[in-house]
């Protein structure tokens, strides 16, 4: 399974942007797809995560009701939209992806396969 980068950027404050992970390889319906995101100076850190089949979406708690994951299953892309952007979501962006058993879908640790990462910066 590979993952390609998705696309980040410059927002301001306030701002909305939606990254995408296109997926090849064989990703079957137990696979878990997660966004990570890991600002400077900072671990790693859980974002959201859906199960490729669609039946568990899990989000971090601080991030409830601002970022919205999805997945189309016809594209082999994974979404993660960001709505009313901080300063604070500044960082590194990650999309993994893994056969997982949920219970395990926060751990870094626990993904097979990782994206490249790409860079969203929240500035005015």
């Known amino acids: 399974v590979q993952l390609q980068a998705p696309g980040g950027g410059l927002v301001q404050p306030g701002g909305s942007l939606k990254l995408s992970c296109g997926t090849s390889?064989?990703?079957?319906?137990?696979?878990?797809m997660g966004w990570f995101r890991q600002a400077p100076g900072r671990e790693r850190e859980f974002v959201a995560v859906?199960?490729?089949?669609?039946?568990?979406?899990d989000y971090a708690d601080s991030m409830k009701g601002q970022f919205t994951i999805s997945r189309d299953k016809a594209k082999n892309t994974v979404y993660l939209q960001m709505n009313s952007l901080r300063r604070e979501d500044t960082a590194v962006y990650y999309c993994?992806?893994?056969?997982?058993?949920?219970?395990?879908?926060?751990?870094?640790?626990?993904?097979?396969?990782w994206g490249p990462g790409t860079q969203v910066t929240v500035s005015s």
């Open positions: 993994a992806a893994s056969p997982l058993i949920w219970g395990a879908q926060t751990r870094v640790d626990a993904y097979r396969h």
């Open positions: 390889g064989q990703i079957t319906s137990n696979y878990l």
């Open positions: 859906i199960r490729w089949d669609g039946s568990h979406i």
